[in-house]
T-cell receptor
Framework: AQRVTQPEKLLSVFKGAPVELKCNYS??????LFWYVQYSRQRLQLLLRHISRESIKGFTADLNKGETSFHLKKPFAQEEDSAMYYCAGRGFGNEKLTFGTGTRLTIIP | DTGVSQNPRHKITKRGQNVTFRCDPISEHNRLYWYRQTLGQGPEFLTY????????KSRLLSDRFSAERPKGSFSTLEIQRTEQGDSAMYLC???????????????FGNGTRLTVT
């Protein structure tokens, strides 16, 4: 079954420390992976997708097919990074996007 | 704001009543999706449209749920005979099907929060 797993419901990190939000997936073939972020009182918005290979707000994520992971990383956390983060995936050519349960990231000043 | 628009933002209804939500996608987007999100969970796929055609429905979408997109623009999601278990955030998203291997990502609305008492 197609599945995206985020093992951490909550993560607290001090400002300036590195951040890593974990995501593992279970898909056959070549999936497409995303990270979405939801700041307080705002809509769910795309943070980055694996095919873009770009860094958004200092965040990067690399698709590791061997470990079936798509972890989100940032070298130095900022207070404005506090938010809910969702990993999501879909099969190649498939429209159904499957979300993980989310990780609430809190940056401690 | 030219993003995805959902109305109403909040809906409180009594069990057994019917409710209808509306979603206006980004104007050039031909695909429209409905998701449901309950506390502590990520959004769960309900259904999606390409233009006016409903192409996929989740088994989560019981017979009491119906979605339409009559002219390929806005969409409505109706829940008949609401139950307390229907209480959730209902999210709408849209995207553009480009015909290329990778379609555009989903853009979400603010959602409609339904509370069934």
């Amino acid at each position: 079954a197609q599945r995206v797993t985020q093992p951490e419901k909550l993560l607290s990190v001090f400002k300036g420390a590195p951040v890593e939000l974990k995501c593992n997936y279970s898909y056959s073939g070549s999936p497409e992976l995303f990270w979405y972020v939801q700041y307080s009182r705002q809509r769910l918005q795309l943070l980055l997708r694996h095919i873009s290979r770009e860094s958004i707000k200092g965040f990067t994520a690399d698709l590791n097919k061997g470990e079936t992971s798509f972890h989100l990383k940032k070298p130095f956390a900022q207070e404005e990074d506090s938010a809910m983060y969702y990993c999501a995936g879909r099969g190649f050519g498939n429209e159904k996007l499957t979300f993980g349960t989310g990780t609430r990231l809190t940056i401690i000043p | 704001d030219t993003g995805v628009s959902q109305n109403p933002r909040h809906k409180i209804t009594k069990r057994g009543q019917n409710v209808t939500f509306r979603c206006d996608p980004i104007s050039e987007h031909n695909r429209l999706y409905w998701y449901r999100q309950t506390l502590g969970q990520g959004p769960e796929f309900l259904t999606y449209f390409q233009n006016e055609a409903q192409l996929e429905k989740s088994r989560l979408l019981s017979d009491r749920f119906s979605a339409e997109r009559p002219k390929g623009s806005f969409s409505t999601l109706e829940i008949q005979r609401t139950e307390q278990g229907d209480s959730a955030m209902y999210l709408c998203a849209s995207s553009l099907s480009t015909g290329k291997p990778y379609n555009s990502p989903l853009h979400f609305g603010n959602g409609t929060r339904l509370t069934v008492t």
